[in-house]
């Protein structure tokens, strides 16, 4: 590949990551909304709890099913448990 030139297909790939993270906001700020956060601390909450009772928990199962690695697991996981709680402080400061 040429210093500079994204892979082919990764224009694409970047357009439906942002478009799904959009999704995923959306529907974090209505769990938000059925929470009543009112904080920015409120929303961080609920991104941890909609990060740890329905993703993280989701996620496991590639380490039963998948045979993963647990290491695998654990960066993916603290990736996504990064965007949930950033997500979920700025809908709640934004509300």
């Known amino acids: ?7 082919e297909g990764a ?5 439906g990551g942002i478009v799904l993270a959009l999704v995923t906001a959306f529907f974090l700020a209505l769990f938000l909304a059925f929470m009543s956060a009112r904080t920015w601390m ?22 039963f099913f998948e045979r993963r690695p647990v290491a695998w697991y654990a960066i993916t996981q603290a990736e996504l448990a990064v965007s949930f709680i950033l997500m979920g402080l ?4 934004w509300h």
């Open 42 to 63: 409120d929303g961080a909450i609920g991104g941890i709890l909609v990060w740890l009772g329905f993703v993280a928990t989701h996620g496991a199962t590639s380490i």
């Open 90 to 93: 700025i809908l709640g400061a």
């Open 11 to 15: 224009g694409k790939a970047l357009g």
């Open 1 to 7: 590949m040429e210093p500079g030139k994204m892979p």
